[in-house]
C-alpha cells in the first residue's frame, strides 16, 4: 500500500533526488495507487491543471532516442521550453544553485577541470540515471504562474508518496532544454507546454550519487517572522 499511516516529515525527511537507479520494474498498479492519492493535492479553484504522460518500456526508449539524436547536434538541437532558470540569476540563489552542483560533483571525486567528466554527469539526465518509467509533466499553455505552483504540488506529493512506496525519484527539468523533441515524441500537441521529468524507480543505494548531504539555506534567509 502506498498511502500508510508514516509521517509527512519521515517522508519528507527521507526523500532525496535519486540519480543512480536499479533495473527493477515498478508495479503500474503501484503507480496507480499513488496518482490517486495524489489527486488530493490542493490546486487553485481546484483547477488540476496537472497532466502527466507516464512511460516505461520501448515508449520510454523513443524519448531517450529521440533526445540523443538533438544531442548529439549539439547546441544546434536545443528546442527550450522555458528558461529553467532566470536570465542574470542573482544572489542568494546563484550561490545555491552552483553550491549544490559542486556538492554533487565532490561526492563522485570529479574536479572542477575534468568537464568531460562533468558533462557526462549531466548527459546521464537524458537516460533518466536509469531509471525504468519517466513521468513527464505537463499542461495547458493557457496556464500561469499559479497553476504552475500547483503543478509543484502535485510533483512534490507525487515524490512523497514514491518514499512512501519504497521507491525513489528524481524531477528533471532538463527536458525542458529539448521539450519540442519530447512533446513530438509523446504526440502532446503544441497546446501543452512541458515543465519537467521525474525518473522514478528503485534508488541504487550503495551509489555515491545517492549519499552525499545536500545542502539547504538556513531558516533566517527564507522565514521574515512578524509579530511574534
Ligand atoms: C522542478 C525540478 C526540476 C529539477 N531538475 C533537475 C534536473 O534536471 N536534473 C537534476 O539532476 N536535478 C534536478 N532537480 C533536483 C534538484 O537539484 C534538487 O531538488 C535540489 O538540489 C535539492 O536536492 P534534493 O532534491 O536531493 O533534496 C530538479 C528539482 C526540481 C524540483
Redesign the pocket.
Known amino acids: 500500500m502506498p498511502v500508510t499511516d508514516a509521517s509527512v516529515a519521515t517522508a519528507l525527511y527521507q526523500?532525496?533526488?535519486?540519480?543512480a537507479f536499479t533495473d527493477r520494474a515498478v508495479d503500474p498498479a503501484l503507480l496507480k495507487e499513488i496518482f490517486t492519492a495524489a489527486q488530493r493535492a490542493p490546486s487553485g479553484g481546484n483547477l488540476q491543471p496537472w497532466q502527466a504522460t507516464v512511460l516505461t518500456g520501448e515508449p520510454w526508449q523513443a524519448v531517450k532516442d529521440a533526445v540523443a539524436a538533438r544531442i548529439a547536434m549539439g547546441r544546434a538541437g536545443y528546442e527550450p521550453e522555458y528558461d529553467?532558470y532566470p536570465k542574470g540569476l542573482t544572489e542568494p540563489w546563484e550561490a545555491r544553485r552552483f553550491g549544490?552542483g559542486e556538492a554533487?560533483y565532490a561526492a563522485l571525486g570529479i574536479p572542477r577541470e575534468d568537464k568531460a567528466r562533468r558533462l557526462a554527469q549531466?548527459v546521464e539526465?537524458y537516460r533518466g540515471?536509469g531509471a525504468p518509467v519517466m513521468l513527464f509533466l505537463h499542461c495547458s499553455r493557457i496556464m500561469g504562474p499559479p497553476q504552475w505552483s500547483d503543478m509543484?504540488m502535485w510533483?512534490?506529493s507525487v515524490m512523497l508518496l514514491l518514499v512512501d512506496a519504497g521507491l525513489a525519484s528524481?524531477?528533471?527539468?532538463?527536458?525542458a532544454l529539448y521539450g519540442a523533441t519530447v512533446r513530438r515524441a509523446l504526440a502532446l500537441d503544441d497546446g501543452q507546454i512541458l515543465?519537467?521529468?521525474l525518473a522514478i524507480g528503485y534508488a541504487a543505494d550503495d551509489a555515491a550519487v545517492n549519499q552525499w548531504p545536500?545542502p539547504?539555506a538556513p531558516l533566517g534567509e527564507v522565514i521574515d517572522w512578524q509579530g511574534f
Open positions: 526523500r532525496r533526488s535519486v540519480r529553467i549544490v554533487l549531466f539526465n540515471f509543484g510533483l512534490q528524481c524531477p528533471q527539468e532538463c527536458w515543465f519537467t521529468g545536500v539547504r
